[in-house]
């Protein structure tokens, strides 16, 4: 939700909020590292002790991890926490279409 102080959603309703705002405004480029925000979701799963919340981390990628080894580590670590990673691919014939081509008209 680009928000690094809260970074949670409410529901399916502000994942997919988020998604569209992010679709708007981030640049995608390589190299794509996702064990830094796997390890930030499982921190938070952690600290949540009571059983209240269970994070969900969905990762929408082409495919290509630069970090897979820190990656791989870092599922495994969250896998031991109240949350999971999900990651999606892209099929490649999306890979060259620009985000805005997903967002539902104005």
């Known amino acids: 939700n680009n928000d690094a ?3 949670s959603c409410a529901g399916i309703e502000g994942v997919l909020e988020s ?7 981030v640049q995608l480029y390589g190299p794509t590292n996702f064990a830094p925000v796997i390890n930030q979701v499982a921190g938070a799963a952690a600290r949540v ?3 209240s ?3 969900v981390l969905l990762i ?17 670590t969250v896998s031991a926490t109240p949350g ?4 999606g691919s892209i099929p490649d014939a999306w890979v060259d279409t620009p985000p805005s081509a ?3 008209p104005r």
Do not use: C, W
């Open 60 to 76: 929408i990628t082409d495919g290509v991890i630069s970090d897979m080894l820190q990656t791989k580590e870092a599922i495994v």
């Open 102 to 104: 997903f967002l539902p």
């Open 49 to 51: 002790t009571d059983g």
């Open 19 to 25: 998604y569209l705002r992010s679709l708007r405004t």
């Open 84 to 87: 999971r990673a999900v990651r």
């Open 5 to 7: 102080d809260n970074p």
């Open 53 to 55: 919340q269970y994070h």
